[in-house]
């Protein structure tokens, strides 16, 4: 009898557990800076190492700071977005190339365009370690203190930017 108590015990309280994760969205990851300073971070750029590009050159204006890279698929699927992006709207687009080869990232760019003012070159993955970075893209809404607002985790689109972006930007410039 108790060799089949065990077992059941374990199932009654799994069935619940397996119920409630399947119930939750995978995007909606939790950032612990949502509200705080942004991580403080200094990188060399990817188009030239000789020059810096860090969370001080987006403060005193709202931005968005993208995490990409190569060998992501979700990069390339949200990249015209992002390039139209630029184009369209007000908003500075920063980007740290994530765990990538510096001349991938520059043959990339070259090729499909570039949507960003600066990008930092984040070989290690150190900087989107501190910024609590999942997996590529993501991308992150930050205001003119400094301060993340939103977090998004998957490739930008046209459906994310109008439901999610613009309305925190709205409120942001109030």
């Not at 990188?43 to 860090?54: A, F």
């Not at 931005?63 to 990069?75: A, E, K, P």
């Not at 043959?107 to 900087?127: F, I």
């Amino acid at each position: 009898m108790n060799k089949y108590l065990l077992p059941l015990i374990v199932i009654v309280i799994l069935i619940p557990v397996l119920i409630l994760g399947l119930q939750k969205d995978p995007r909606e990851l939790p950032s612990q800076y949502i509200g705080k300073p942004a991580p403080e971070f200094d990188l060399p750029t990817v188009q030239d190492p000789e020059q810096r590009m860090g969370s001080a050159d987006f403060r005193g204006k709202i931005s968005l700071v993208n995490f990409w890279g190569t060998w992501c698929v979700g990069c390339r699927a949200e990249h015209n977005f992002l390039l139209q992006l630029s184009r369209e709207q007000d908003i500075p687009i920063y980007s740290v190339n994530y765990r990538d080869q510096r001349s991938k990232a520059i043959s990339w760019l070259a090729q499909l365009g570039n949507p960003y003012v600066a990008t930092g070159n984040d070989e290690d993955g150190r900087v989107g370690l501190d910024w609590g970075v999942y997996g590529a893209p993501e991308t992150f809404l930050v205001n003119a203190d400094g301060h993340v607002m939103l977090r998004y985790a998957g490739p930008m689109n046209p459906a994310v930017w109008e439901d999610q972006f613009l309305p925190r930007i709205a409120e942001l410039k109030q």
